[in-house]
């Protein structure tokens, strides 16, 4: 039986370094590096999104950045389908691919496979709107806690999306999301795959987000964001309602202050942090690493594509 692919996913939490260190593995391991983050697919939103410009791109080939428009739909299907080509060019080419970011829910599918629910409902769904714009996300979320709080603690009360799409699901099927992503298990295995996560002291992270969060507005957010909506951009879409690009939306119209934007972007980037962790940390095939222990994962990873040593393998 031909061996899969191997390739190496390099997750952890925003503003732990993930794009520096996969730039420099690539360039030692002969690799590319294919972008695992939901927001940095978007054209147009490169300062919100913390999207490595050429020169931190250091000569590596970065693949799905800049793929769609604001407006366009993508989600973790549409990555897929991107991804697994990208990946089999690579491993034509000889070259290992190194899956980058922090979209937990994108690597998962992509090394697990996807789940399979009921198409979307149309009327169904034009009610769920109906109820958002009358009821608000909150309410939603906690109707979401009530039919399945397993899913409600994996949502955010802010992401609208996964929100209506969970309550549509479970409408459909008379079941639960959660018992389904249970059931589907995610076991498909196209690819031999090193799971790598970067960690440091909480203290110093919240640190580095702090700082990258002054950064991105004195490097131009406010600038991207007014662009993006004197460009038709709606604020109710999908990534305008992101981090960084809500806070400097409600900046512009006057319902906060700058100091109070940056203070919430903050607040709210800590406690995304904090779920990419727990996300993680639920999956059992991660391999953690400290910045003082580079030079182990360096041999890790020089032992696992040569294939010496036994692969993590879980979604």
């Known amino acids: 039986m031909e061996e899969r692919q191997r390739i190496v996913v390099l997750g952890g939490p925003t503003a732990s370094g993930k794009t520096a260190l996969a730039v420099d593995l690539a360039l030692e391991f ?147 999301l959660s018992s389904m992503v249970e059931k589907h298990g995610f076991g498909e295995r196209p690819f031999h795959a090193f799971k790598i996560c970067l960690q440091m002291e909480r203290k110093e992270l919240y640190h580095r987000i702090n700082k990258r969060c002054v950064r991105m507005v004195e490097g131009g957010l406010v600038d991207e964001t007014e662009g993006l909506l004197e460009r038709g951009y709606s604020p109710e879409l999908k990534p305008m309602r992101a981090l960084g690009y809500r806070h400097m939306i409600r900046f512009l119209k006057g319902e906060w202050d700058l100091e109070t934007a940056i203070v919430q972007l903050q607040t709210d980037t800590r406690r995304y942090a904090k779920r990419q962790i727990t996300w993680f940390r639920a999956d059992r095939g991660v391999v953690w690493f400290r910045p003082d222990g580079a030079e182990e994962m360096r041999e890790k990873i020089k032992s696992f594509l040569s294939g010496a040593e036994s692969k993590r393998e879980s979604p």
């Open 30 to 176: 002969g690799g590319e590096i294919i972008n695992a983050d939901s927001m940095q697919v978007y054209r147009g939103m490169d300062v919100g999104t913390a999207k490595p410009g050429p020169q931190e791109r250091g000569g590596v080939p970065h693949h799905l950045i800049d793929v769609v428009d604001p407006d366009e739909d993508f989600n973790v299907a549409l990555y897929r389908s991107l991804a697994l080509p990208v990946l089999g060019d690579l491993a034509a080419r000889g070259k290992v691919g190194f899956v980058v970011g922090g979209t937990g829910l994108y690597i998962r599918g992509l090394l697990g496979g996807l789940l399979h629910c009921p198409p979307a409902n149309g009327e169904f769904r034009r009610m769920l709107h109906q109820d958002l714009k009358t009821q608000g996300m909150v309410v939603l979320h906690e109707k979401l806690k009530g039919l399945d709080p397993e899913s409600a603690e994996r949502i955010h009360p802010h992401d609208g999306v996964r929100i209506l799409r969970a309550l549509e699901v479970i409408h459909l099927t008379k079941g639960r």
